[in-house]
């Protein structure tokens, strides 16, 4: 009844609330390739164009109804996250006591932080079921499963690397913990023989991607916004923010602490099994991509909320090993109580928490402004997703094209995309500039340069280009 209902009131938050800055983005960029556009190339993008083209077809059947397309892409997010519980509670059993593992599945839907980021319309929550599937069959492989398990999960860590690369920091680090869980050289010549083969599984989605890309024209532009500018962005552009990524975890601890402590606790126990063995793979790898994760979030200069996702399903592991460990009934029925109450808590911030509350009025009233072919300058959440781009700096565009220009002198890439949108200012002006006022930087490329052909309207931060 808690999985059911917590699934039920995570619709109607997928109906209600407001959207995030990156839902925009990704559904903007599908939109864009059925207008026969192409990412890296006529508009700015920093991720594997998988999750587009896979949302291209709904663009175009909700085209003109922003909701609708943001509830019909959530709604698929949703059901991919009723997948990622039950493969969950499937990956659990092994390491509990008892057999009814349905129970574990809580752990995860009385997250908000993790059901918030796995219904946003992102690559993530693709990225993260296929690795959780991978994980899971991959540990069956090791428990002396078939050789198909093996091949299944390397199919299924090479779809989650063609949606979103992160997925090969989480492959490494399960690799990792495979290495600490293996008793002897037969289990080491086992584990190398599934490997073999998992990347062989592996290949095939990641070569027919890489064909795909290829052959659309844009290998190298792909490769350097996918690699060389999003390492420059995330690694190098500013100084390290420990504090930004403490806040984070903070955070996340203070929302969801019936995961974390008892997950901590779980990190302990891998440790000791570790030091004393024989050791169960699950409990090793989750342990070795909780710690490696953690670590990365506190070297990036972006440590988001989201960036946690790929990390969570191991941390509950952990935490569902600890929890089933104790044998009081009072304890175990406190869990049990305030595990369900974890998901009232879900219900509640289901009801009451949104983002971007004026974007919906702005979408709108561009919307009944323009005409389809009017070009604007307009960023992500407040884009009304089925208009053209008159830069190809339209995600906080001053950010980026900062960005872009440093990466281009550090690196030798040719700053021919601040060209293109020096050019469009001329060429192809935007009827529309918005520039959010919490949010100046947002502002697109050299605005004040062009301020003057403009004239604020009505709607604080919204400006019209004025008549010829």
């Given at each position: 009844m808690a999985l059911a209902g917590g699934l039920v009131l995570l619709l109607v938050h997928a109906a209600r609330s407001g959207c995030d800055h990156d839902e925009v983005e990704h559904l903007h960029a599908a939109w864009l390739i059925t207008q026969g556009q192409k990412p890296f190339q006529d508009f700015v993008e920093t991720h594997p164009p998988s999750i587009h083209y896979l949302l291209a077809p709904l663009t175009r059947a909700l085209e003109g109804s922003p909701r609708g397309l943001v509830f019909a892409a959530r709604t698929l997010d949703l059901a991919l996250l009723g997948i990622a519980l039950a493969v969950f509670a499937s990956l659990s059993r092994p390491l509990l006591r008892s057999r009814r593992t349905g129970w574990t599945a809580i752990l995860l839907l009385g997250c908000f932080f993790l059901v918030r980021n796995s219904m946003e319309v992102r690559p993530d929550p693709w990225m993260n079921v296929l690795s959780l599937i991978g994980f899971w069959q991959w540990c069956a492989y090791l428990r002396g499963g078939s050789l198909g398990r093996a091949a299944v999960a390397g199919l299924c860590f090479g779809l989650a690397t063609v949606f979103l690369q992160k997925a090969a920091a989480f492959i490494g680090l399960v690799g990792v913990g495979t290495m600490l869980a293996l008793p002897d050289r037969n289990a080491l010549v086992r584990a190398a023989k599934g490997a073999a083969l998992g990347v062989a599984a592996a290949a095939v989605p990641l070569g027919a991607f890489a064909l795909a890309v290829w052959r659309a024209g844009y290998w190298g532009d792909f490769v350097f916004w996918n690699y060389t500018f999003n390492r420059f962005y995330y690694l190098e552009m500013n100084p390290l923010s420990p504090t930004g990524a403490a806040a984070t975890?903070?955070?996340?601890?203070?929302?969801?602490?019936?995961?974390?402590?008892?997950?901590?606790?779980?990190?302990?126990?891998?440790?000791?099994?570790?030091?004393?063995?024989?050791?169960?793979?699950e409990l090793t790898a989750a342990a070795a991509v909780v710690v490696g994760m953690?670590?990365?979030?506190?070297?990036?200069?972006?440590?988001?909320?989201?960036?946690?996702?790929?990390?969570?399903?191991?941390?509950?592991?952990?935490a569902a090993v600890a929890l089933d460990r104790i044998t009081s009934q009072r304890w175990r029925s406190l869990i049990g109580a305030l595990l369900v109450l974890s998901v009232v808590k879900v219900g509640v911030l289901s009801l009451v928490y949104t983002e971007g509350r004026n974007a919906p009025s702005i979408q709108q009233l561009l919307l009944a402004s323009t005409r389809p072919s009017d070009p604007l300058a307009v960023p992500p959440p407040y884009n009304p997703i089925f208009r053209p781009n008159a830069f190809f700096f339209w995600v906080i565009s001053e950010g980026f094209s900062i960005a872009y220009l440093e990466c281009c002198r550090r690196y030798g890439c040719p700053p021919g995309k601040v060209d293109q949108d020096r050019r469009a200012w001329h060429q192809r002006p935007p009827?529309?500039?918005?520039?959010?006022?919490?949010?100046?930087?947002?502002?697109?490329?050299?605005?004040?340069?062009?301020?003057?052909?403009?004239?604020?309207?009505?709607?604080?931060?919204?400006?019209?280009?004025?008549?010829p």
């Open positions: 975890v903070g955070i996340s601890i203070g929302e969801d602490p019936v995961l974390w402590l008892p997950g901590l606790f779980g990190l302990a126990i891998a440790a000791r099994s570790i030091l004393r063995r024989p050791v169960q793979p953690l670590a990365a979030m506190f070297r990036t200069n972006w440590p988001f909320s989201h960036n946690l996702l790929l990390m969570q399903p191991s941390l509950a592991l952990l009827i529309y500039v918005y520039i959010p006022e919490d949010e100046p930087t947002w502002a697109p490329f050299e605005f004040a340069q062009h301020r003057g052909r403009y004239h604020p309207t009505n709607v604080p931060g919204l400006w019209q280009l004025a008549s």
